[in-house]
């Protein structure tokens, strides 16, 4: 079955730029979302189809993707993008999430 | 506003069943794609299952086919998940969430608060 692969945490400092990787075989060739989740709360979808943001995130989420691997990034990181990040792609029927990246912003 | 409000949740013995039940509003139903998605508290996502907006094309993950069965009402704007055979491993919080457009092939753009399902003796 197909897998995602994402670094368990990821530090940053305020103002600075956060990038959380994703990796799967061919994930270049695939569509990716990407989620941010806060502690006691439901998933919000940041980034759709490896680069497009939806109506009220912030421009300072963006996204990439080739090869291999899909790039999250947060430019200028701030105290409240501090969550869960999970990326998500699909295959061969179904849906397939990455373990999850913890962000902290320090 | 899009809302998935879902129910049906509880504590539940092993082997037993669990009907989980997602009712939806502020968007076409029968237009999109709609899914079930888990998680354990501290853990990472799961999905589960989806379903097209005309139930033509259903999706299960390995861990549940063959024991739980997904369904939708369009004239209802509902989502259902039976769950049988039920093992301590299923034991999550399980969210009901949008797909972003008919075919279940794709994305997740809005997700209900969710429904904790208990598995124990």
């Known amino acids: 079955s197909y897998e995602l692969t994402q670094p368990p945490s990821v530090s940053v400092s305020p103002g600075q730029t956060a990038s959380i990787t994703c990796s799967g075989d061919k994930l270049g060739d695939k569509y990716v979302w990407w989620y941010q989740q806060k502690p006691g709360q439901s998933p919000v979808l940041v980034i759709y189809q490896v680069t497009k943001r939806p109506s009220g995130i912030p421009e300072r989420f963006s996204g990439s993707s080739s090869g291999n691997t899909a790039i999250l990034t947060i430019s200028g990181s701030q105290a409240m993008d501090e969550a869960d990040y999970h990326c998500?792609?699909?295959?061969?029927?179904?849906?397939?999430f990455g373990g999850g990246t913890r962000l902290t912003v320090l | 506003e899009v809302q998935l409000v879902e129910s049906g949740g509880g504590l539940v013995q092993p082997g037993r069943s669990l009907r989980l039940s997602c009712v939806a509003s502020g968007f076409t139903f029968d237009d999109f794609a709609v899914h079930w998605v888990r998680q354990v508290p501290g853990k990472g996502l799961e999905w589960v299952s989806g379903?097209?907006?005309?139930?033509?094309?259903?999706g299960y993950a390995d861990s549940v086919k063959g024991r739980f069965t997904i369904s939708r009402d369009n004239a209802k704007k509902s989502l259902y998940l039976q769950m049988d055979s039920l093992r301590a491993e299923d034991t999550a919080l399980y969210y009901c969430a949008k797909g972003t457009g008919g075919s279940y092939k794709g994305g997740l753009d809005y997700w209900g608060q969710g429904t904790l399902v208990t598995v124990s003796s």
């Open positions: 998500q792609a699909w295959d061969s029927s179904t849906v397939v």
């Open positions: 379903i097209s907006w005309s139930s033509a094309n259903i």
